[in-house]
């Protein structure tokens, strides 16, 4: 193959069958998702490395803090109050069918706890942090800023990646759990309000199903969600090439979005799997 | 100070530096020409250690870089300052912060003492009370020059300037080389100029050396660099259509 003129090495390759073709390109594929899945494993590797290396920067770590959490607060309400909403009316109605709307309290509580809460911020995170993390880092690489960090001796994983992943992995619980009190709140205003529901029965159903497992469940996957998003929207920003310009900023940022949002469900399936069945918490 | 001995480095199949050597010695402005795509910015990452060559071997003050670890590398960077095409500043700082970055982030100095030093070096570009500005807010030369002044701050040994005068007007560009000519005077410093500007290299270089089809096919002082009896040299000097160059 080596000694073929390039002509000849291009008759080859359009004469190749269909199938081969295919067999072309799915292995093609496969190598550059092992391969993309490996460099981001080893940037998540040398991030926890670079967590506790001095100087520890708690400056950078504020600033992500503020950007990534505080901005965050009024959509994360806005969209719990409505799940809480939306998860009341629904379970309303099928539990209803059951003649069990009596429960309606503790199936809001449970629903919003242990899934909704921490999957609905995590969701709207990775639309709105982790696209933003990757526009601004890919940005930087196209316009030589990261180039720069390197030949002022400073560790771009240390300088950018460490404080965007601690501030995700700090805030992502603390905003699940605003998403989960106006998600409850949502649930206990629509069927008081709408369903003329008892309040304080609504309220000692909640209790009934609130156990601090589903807590602690909650607050893990929220912080495992915030450090994926973190991790996956540096990692596609790093990874633009240099001369990619907007247009591939444009494309990386979708694809960190999207790239999150598969990851968030993966994971997911995942910790419920470990938590629930492997460590037996409720 | 930099010796590159018999340097390979492709991209995609595509061969870039083939076999390069080159000696940069300590003191001297070395400007190297060529035409876009020879390899000239690829061998400044080579020296700073930004890429890493197929092949070959680069050493900076006595020390071989090819194989350092990312600690290492950043010891060496310590003493090299660059001007990058796109001047690279930070979007998000200051220009006041961009050029203190490499101070707050090596040196326990106080807020205050970092800020005279860049005062000091903002004053050596000509671009005094402009630390609270953005990047945003300068133009094309300003930003070469913030660029620039960010390249001093930490008083390198080795300055490199990757395109200085690129996109720049006229005018600007007399005033970016009157400046590299002058921070090299008052800095001693050794500096690498990538240009295919050959008005800005005559104008600044102590030395120049062109890279063609992957190696250094010329080089010497500028007056030596007019005289050598080479076509392609010739040609690109000129900047004649003597004849067709094989890139």
């Given at each position: 193959?080596?000694?073929?003129?390039?002509?000849?090495?291009?008759?080859?390759?359009?004469?190749?069958?269909?199938?081969?073709?295919?067999?072309?390109?799915?292995?093609?594929?496969?190598?550059n998702w092992t391969y993309g899945v490996g460099s981001a494993t080893m940037l998540v590797w040398e991030t926890l490395l670079l967590i506790f290396r001095r100087p520890l920067q708690f400056n950078l770590l504020v600033r992500q803090l503020l950007l990534i959490g505080v901005n965050s607060v009024p959509v994360v309400l806005f969209t719990g109050v409505f799940t809480g909403v939306v998860l009341a009316t629904q379970g309303y109605h099928e539990l209803k069918d059951l003649s069990a709307e009596g429960s309606i309290g503790g199936f809001v509580t449970t629903s919003v706890i242990k899934e909704l809460g921490p999957m609905v911020t995590a969701f709207v995170l990775a639309g709105r942090i982790g696209a933003?993390?990757?526009?601004?880092?890919?940005?930087?690489?196209?316009?030589?800023?990261?180039?720069?960090?390197?030949?002022?001796?400073?560790?771009?994983?240390?300088?950018?990646?460490?404080?965007?992943?601690?501030?995700?992995?700090?805030?992502?619980?603390?905003?699940?759990i605003f998403a989960t009190v106006f998600g409850i709140a949502g649930g206990y205003f629509t069927a008081v309000s709408i369903f003329d529901m008892n309040g304080r029965f609504f309220m000692k159903q909640a209790r009934n199903y609130l156990f601090i497992g589903?807590?602690?469940?909650?607050?893990?996957?929220?912080?495992?969600?915030?450090?994926?998003?973190a991790s996956i929207g540096c990692y596609k920003?790093?990874?633009?090439?240099?001369?990619?310009?907007?247009?591939?900023?444009?494309?990386?940022?979708?694809?960190?979005?999207v790239?999150?949002?598969?990851?968030?469900?993966?994971?997911?399936?995942?910790?419920?799997?470990?938590?629930?069945?492997v460590v037996g918490l409720k | 100070m930099i010796q590159i001995r018999n340097i390979w480095k492709s991209f995609e199949n595509k061969e870039v530096l083939t076999g390069l050597d080159l000696d940069i010695s300590r003191g001297e402005t070395l400007v190297i020409i060529g035409r876009s795509g020879c390899g000239k910015s690829v061998l400044l990452k080579l020296i700073t250690g930004l890429m890493k060559p197929d092949q070959g071997e680069i050493w900076v003050n006595g020390e071989e870089i090819t194989q350092l670890k990312r600690k290492a590398?950043?010891?060496?960077?310590?003493?090299?300052?660059?001007?990058?095409?796109?001047?690279?500043?930070?979007?998000?700082?200051?220009?006041?912060?961009?050029?203190?970055?490499?101070l707050s982030q090596h040196t326990k100095l106080r807020k205050r003492e970092i800020e005279e030093i860049v005062a000091e070096k903002l004053h050596l570009v000509d671009l005094d009370g402009t630390q609270r500005l953005r990047p945003a807010e300068l133009s094309g030369g300003m930003r070469k020059r913030v660029g620039l002044a960010r390249a001093i701050a930490f008083n390198p040994e080795v300055i490199l300037y990757d395109e200085p005068?690129?996109?720049?007007?006229?005018?600007?560009?007399?005033?970016?080389?009157?400046?590299?000519?002058?921070?090299?005077?008052?800095?001693?410093?050794?500096?690498?100029?990538?240009?295919?500007?050959?008005?800005?290299?005559?104008?600044?270089?102590?030395?120049?050396?062109?890279?063609h089809q992957g190696d250094v096919i010329a080089h010497g002082f500028p007056d030596e660099i007019r005289q050598i009896d080479n076509a392609v040299l010739q040609q690109f000097i000129s900047g004649g259509n003597i004849q067709k160059i094989d890139a």
């Open positions: 193959m080596n000694d073929l003129q390039p002509f000849q090495r291009q008759k080859l390759y359009d004469n190749r069958t269909i199938w081969i073709r295919f067999a072309d390109g799915l292995g093609s594929h496969a190598l933003s993390i990757t526009a601004e880092l890919g940005t930087m690489k196209v316009t030589e800023q990261i180039d720069a960090l390197e030949i002022m001796a400073t560790n771009p994983v240390k300088y950018l990646v460490v404080p965007r992943f601690l501030a995700c992995a700090i805030m992502l619980p603390i905003l699940t589903s807590i602690i469940i909650s607050l893990i996957k929220a912080s495992a969600f915030g450090m994926a998003i920003g790093f990874t633009i090439p240099s001369a990619g310009g907007a247009e591939g900023v444009g494309k990386a940022t979708t694809g960190s979005a790239t999150s949002l598969m990851t968030i469900l993966a994971m997911d399936a995942l910790l419920n799997q470990l938590l629930y069945t | 590398l950043h010891h060496i960077r310590q003493k090299v300052g660059m001007l990058f095409q796109s001047s690279a500043l930070f979007d998000s700082m200051t220009v006041e912060e961009n050029v203190g970055f490499m005068t690129t996109g720049l007007d006229p005018i600007t560009g007399l005033e970016i080389n009157r400046l590299i000519r002058d921070l090299h005077t008052k800095l001693q410093v050794t500096s690498v100029v990538v240009t295919h500007d050959m008005d800005s290299a005559f104008s600044v270089a102590t030395r120049m050396a062109m890279i």
